[in-house]
Structure formats: C-alpha cells, structure tokens
C-alpha cells in the first residue's frame, strides 16, 4: 500500500470509529428511555442491564452503520477539500478515484461483514433480547397484574385491579379475583371483590400474599343432585380483611437465562427466512381455497345442481324459483336465505381480518428477508453520497457536514420507514419498499460522484442565471419583431 493510500485510509478509520462510537452511545441512551420501564425498579443487577443493553446493541447497527459511514465520508473528504489536499493530489495526476480507492475497498469488505452479521449475529441477539425481556418481566409480582384488564397469577387466580399505587405498586384499588376450584379447574366458581387490597411478600418468599380489605366473597355451591343444582344455589359473606396466599415459585425462579419459546422474522436469517415464507405463502393459499369451496358449498348452488329445477323453471307458468313452492314455504325459504346471508357477511368480515393479519405476517417476513441484503448495498451507496459530497462542499468537521448528513440520512431513513409501513398493508410490494429508500440514493450517488469528478460544483449558479436571461432575451426579441 502507497503511503498516500495509507494516510487516507487511516485518517478515514480513526473518523469513523469515532463517529460509529458517538452514534452508537446515542442510540443506546435512546434504547434505555425507551426500554426504562422494564428495567427500573425491579431490584435487578448491574450485569443483568449491560446483558440487556449487549443483547439489543445489534439491532441497531442496521441504522448506526449506514449513518457512520455518511457522516464520515463528508467529514473526511470534506476536511481534503478544504485544506486543498485534493487540489495538490490532483496536481500531479492522481484523480478523486484513484485517491478513493484505499477507502472504496474497506468500504466493500465492510459492506461484505455487514451482510453476515444481519444474517448471523442480529437474529440470534434479537432471540436472546426477546427472551431476556420475558424473563426480566416476571422479577417482580406486582408487574404481572395489570390494570384494567384480568391478569392470571398461578393456576388458580385471574385478578382485575382498576389502579395500582406505592413505590412499589403494591397498593391496589377495586380488587375483582376469579378463583377456580381446583376439582373442576374449566370454571370460575368463586368471586371475590373488594375496595382496596396490598400485596406483601419477604424477599426470596415463593408465597405471596394478597391481603383484602372491605369486602365480599361469593362461591357457586356444586351439588351433586340435579335437580338442587337447578336452583343455583350460593353463599356469599362480608370481610373487612381477608388474606389469600398465592404460589410464585415459577415466577421467583429469577433465571434471566432461561429459554423460552419465541419467534418472530427478525430471529430467522436467509435460509430460515425463506422456508418460513414458503411456510406462509402455502398456508395462505390453502386457506383462501378451502375458504372458497366452503363458501361456494354454503351458498347452495350445489344443491340446486342435485334437485334439477331447472326443467321446472323453464316452465311458462313459473316466472321465478319462488313460484314452485307455497307461500307459507316461500316466506320460509326467504327468512333462511337472509339468515344465511347475514351469517355469511359475519364470516366474511372475521376471515377478512384473519387473512390480512396472515398477509401482513407474510410481507413482514419478505421485508426481513431483503433487508439482509439492502443493508451491505445502503452501505455502499451512502458512501458514494457523502464522499464526492464533502469534496464538492469544501467543508470538513463536526459543523456543516454534520448537518447536511443527518438531513440526507433522515430522509432515506423516512422514506424507508413509510414504504415498509405501505407494505406490511399490503399497498406496496416489500421488494420495491424495501429496496426504495436505497433505489432514490443510487442516482444521487451517481450525479454527485460525476460532478465531483469532473470539478463542478453541487449547483452552477452563474450558468442557470445565464440560461434565466438567454431566455429572457429570446423572448425579447419575439417581441420586438
């Protein structure tokens, strides 16, 4: 390697280890706001949170990567530009290539790494980042009710609360429990409810206990004898404090560690990703089809086919199918047909949202799938935008370049965002929204890297001003003639 290659090769990796640092710092503050409210006040170790931040730091190399290699393309090249190294390199012969070409071949085995680490190592952290938020979410008891909504604790008890207080939302309000009876575990036989409520358990305690206060207790009587049982006998009584101990052995069983069954696209890589949409695409077309025959079966044709009407039909003195049977059956068959319409309507509408629930799953996969692949070329391309970018502004630094880098890279991170979005809906295909974004850059990569080549500047003020008055002055002319 020349010495001119080595200089700009290691004044480009020193800029980009520092910028890839600085934005991955950045994203992770932004992944801890995000995620603080799984991981505060859960009494876990310090260990515990560099795992959860290790475990999530891969997911976001698909967005720091791209946008480290923008910034330090304009940073660096614009910093050659500005102190007229690329003037004195050009003055002997060597051309805006040829000094890029130390920088083009890392950028290449970068983009190559990129590739098997979407393909390798994002999936597998992704599982172990799922599955450790699983296994932090049951820490802490008072975690796993919810409010508003019945939440199950153990086997035997599905608790509602409308608000929980204390430093530690220990305190609960509006108390509703369904307790199942143990001999017949298919059936809530038990209510109790009560104003207020508090749990309390000691540290390391696989008990814990749930103490009530002003409050009733009802229980459906299961007796034996039918006909007693008619008559739906109950008991019901008042408390002003009752205690209800609750086995949490499972969820004291703190193993962050612990392998749970979790899947979704972004755990498979390329060979996975493609059985899976396999998968998918064969399990939706065999139940659009069995759909379709169960409906056509419903709608009746078939029978009509059987009796072999239409001979009757054709008759002059039957105008419609109705007229061949009496009016009492007429009304009947008339009530069965709009019964069976609006039955069927309701099927349609819960099958409508059964399949773009299966659509959506599917081109999310088929999103997962390109994505492995757009992001070694994104890699590429952004860094034939920021490149001849910063050699045409002349300006190098934290200050301009900066600026001019996020706005491009908001702006094909945007256009990303919204075109997947468009195709988990299925109103854009996930080929074209997910290579889209990189597809706008590629000609913007190509101009640039043109214009800077050949000495032109980003926009030639003077040249359009000129072109602005020859037309002008064309115009003119018309006039005076």
């Given at each position: ?177 369904h307790k199942k009876n143990e001999n017949k575990p298919n059936g809530n036989f038990t209510v109790i409810i009560a104003n207020n409520g508090e749990l309390a358990s000691e540290e390391g305690s696989n008990t814990l206990s749930l103490i009530l206060k002003e ?142 629930n299966k659509t959506k799953r599917l081109n999310k996969t088929e999103i997962a799938l390109h994505e492995k692949y757009a992001l070694g070329i994104a890699c590429i391309i952004l860094f034939f935008v920021g490149a001849p970018l910063g050699a045409i502004i ?88």
């Amino acid at each position: 390697m020349k010495i001119l290659d080595r200089y700009i090769l290691v004044s480009y990796l020193k800029t980009f280890l520092s910028v890839f640092i600085i934005l991955m710092f950045i994203f992770v503050l932004q992944t801890i706001w995000l995620y603080i409210s799984e991981l505060a006040g859960k009494d876990l170790d310090v260990w515990i949170v560099l795992k959860f931040l290790w475990y999530v730091s891969p997911r976001l190399i698909p967005l720091v990567l791209p946008l480290t290699i923008l910034v330090t393309s304009l940073m660096v090249f614009g910093s050659f530009a500005e102190k007229y190294e690329f003037a004195a390199m050009k003055s002997t012969g060597i051309s805006l290539q040829r000094a890029m070409g130390s920088v083009i071949g890392f950028i290449v085995v970068l983009s190559i790494t990129a590739f098997f680490f979407a393909n390798n190592v994002i999936p597998y952290s992704e599982y172990k980042w799922q599955n450790l938020r699983r296994n932090i979410s049951q820490f802490q008891p008072s975690m796993v009710i919810s409010e508003g909504q019945f939440s199950q604790i153990g086997d035997m008890f599905n608790i509602k609360v409308e608000e929980k207080s204390g430093d530690r939302d220990q305190y609960l309000k509006d108390v509703v429990i369904h307790k199942k009876n143990e001999n017949k575990p298919n059936g809530n036989f038990t209510v109790i409810i009560a104003n207020n409520g508090e749990l309390a358990s000691e540290e390391g305690s696989n008990t814990l206990s749930l103490i009530l206060k002003e409050g009733n207790y009802y229980e459906e009587i299961q007796n034996k004898n039918p006909v007693k049982q008619k008559s739906e006998p109950f008991a019901k009584s008042y408390f002003d404090e009752y205690s209800i101990n609750i086995d949490l052995t499972e969820l004291n069983n703190k193993d962050v560690d612990k392998e749970n069954n979790l899947n979704n696209q972004n755990m498979y890589n390329i060979s996975e990703l493609r059985v899976e949409i396999d998968s998918l695409s064969q399990s939706y077309s065999t139940d659009i089809e069995s759909y379709t025959k169960n409906m056509y079966y419903r709608s009746g044709v078939e029978k009509f086919k059987e009796n072999k009407i239409s001979d009757t039909i054709k008759s002059p003195t039957v105008a419609t199918i109705l007229d061949i049977y009496n009016p009492t059956q007429q009304l009947q068959i008339v009530k069965l047909a709009l019964n069976n319409a609006k039955g069927t309507l309701q099927t349609v509408d819960a099958k409508k949202e059964e399949f773009k629930n299966k659509t959506k799953r599917l081109n999310k996969t088929e999103i997962a799938l390109h994505e492995k692949y757009a992001l070694g070329i994104a890699c590429i391309i952004l860094f034939f935008v920021g490149a001849p970018l910063g050699a045409i502004i002349r300006k190098g630094g934290m200050g301009l370049p900066m600026v001019v880098a996020i706005m491009l890279f908001l702006t094909y991170h945007f256009i990303g965002i919204f075109a997947k979005n468009s195709a988990e809906d299925g109103t854009m295909h996930p080929f074209i929204a997910t290579w889209l974004s990189t597809g706008i850059m590629l000609p913007l990569s190509i101009w640039l890297t043109y214009r800077a080549t050949t000495d032109q500047g980003l926009f030639d003020f003077d040249s359009f001003m000129q072109r602005i008055g020859r037309l002008f002055g064309i115009k003119r002319k018309k006039k005076s003639k």
